[in-house]
């Protein structure tokens, strides 16, 4: 098959990219496929013996197949946990969307079958005062995942993403419904089911509640076939 890079974004911040993206590689892992991901930008790290680390830049290590730093899983990482622009100013750092592809561009020349990058919040997020996140997907022109959080509200920040995508000239791969509450919300089956009309994508799946964040269990409500044809 030929190599396959996409990024993953979500409706807004908190809605499950990290455990989505881990979930999608363990499902790839099980098809036999070697997997990369990345996480170039994390704000809200620890302090540790061996540098600054971050929670969700840990798991997306330890999904993949291949082997990584983790400074390469991660490039910049960022004490506070508020919005990265905010955080990288405050360290005396500068992000741009050119730094990050290079990042990219990196980690692409090693050898894989599909390849994530997580970014950070939503689509619009801020890079730098001229860029925001959306920058990098569209200069290494990678195709996008969209995590959609079912809760209220979800159905207008879903569309209304998918439509910036395509605005962005990107081509939305598809998509993965995420329960990111024990409760389920009012009418979940509706709203779900409002999106697979409307969304435009295909559904790679619709992970229920799992506060052992398991990911290897989320894989099975995955078919992440889509994402693999040639």
């Not at 993949?64 to 919005?83: C, Q, S, W």
């Amino acid at each position: 098959m030929a190599r396959k890079t996409y990024f993953v974004t979500g409706t807004d911040t908190g809605v499950g990219k990290t455990m989505v993206s881990a979930a999608i590689l363990e499902a790839a892992r099980s098809m036999g496929k070697r997997t990369l991901a990345m996480k170039p930008i994390a704000s809200g790290c620890d302090n540790t013996p061996d540098g600054l680390r971050n929670e969700d830049a840990l798991l997306l290590q330890g999904a993949m197949t291949e082997e990584l730093a983790y400074d390469v899983v991660n490039p910049i990482a960022l004490e506070p946990a508020i919005a990265p622009h905010v955080a990288a100013q405050q360290a005396g750092k500068s992000i741009t969307a050119g730094r990050l592809a290079g990042y990219c561009r990196g980690l692409q020349m090693r050898s894989y079958d599909l390849m994530l990058v997580e970014g950070a919040g939503g689509w619009r997020v801020p890079l730098n005062e001229r860029e925001t996140y959306a920058a990098l997907p569209r200069e290494l022109e990678m195709p996008v995942i969209l995590v959609v959080s079912l809760k209220l509200g979800c159905i207008n920040h879903a569309l209304l993403t998918a439509e910036a995508v395509r605005a962005d000239g990107l081509r939305l791969a598809g998509w993965v419904a995420n329960r990111p509450e024990k409760e389920t919300m009012s009418c979940e089956q509706e709203t779900f089911d409002y999106l697979l009309a409307h969304i435009g994508a295909p559904c790679l799946g619709s992970l229920p509640w799992n506060p052992e964040a398991d990911a290897v269990a989320l894989s099975a409500h995955l078919d992440i076939s889509p994402l693999l044809e040639n």
